[in-house]
């Protein structure tokens, strides 16, 4: 697989993730802890998608 694709591949997972993230703090998070659900969501997506960032580099064009 080229650096092109694994980088396509890599971010659709990570927004498909945080979708799915999102959707499960909407329906099994009591109200008043919804939104720390959205922050942990987010930062937890930046986190992912940094990492993904720093494994692309090592990968051969």
Do not use: D, W
């Amino acid at each position: 697989m080229n650096k092109k694709a694994l980088e396509i591949c890599a971010s659709s997972g990570l927004v498909l993730l945080m979708i799915l993230l999102l959707i499960l703090v909407q329906t099994e998070a009591p109200e008043p802890m919804r939104p720390a659900g959205f922050v942990v969501a987010v930062l937890a997506f930046m986190i992912l998608m940094g990492l993904a960032g720093f494994g692309l580099l090592r990968v051969e064009p």
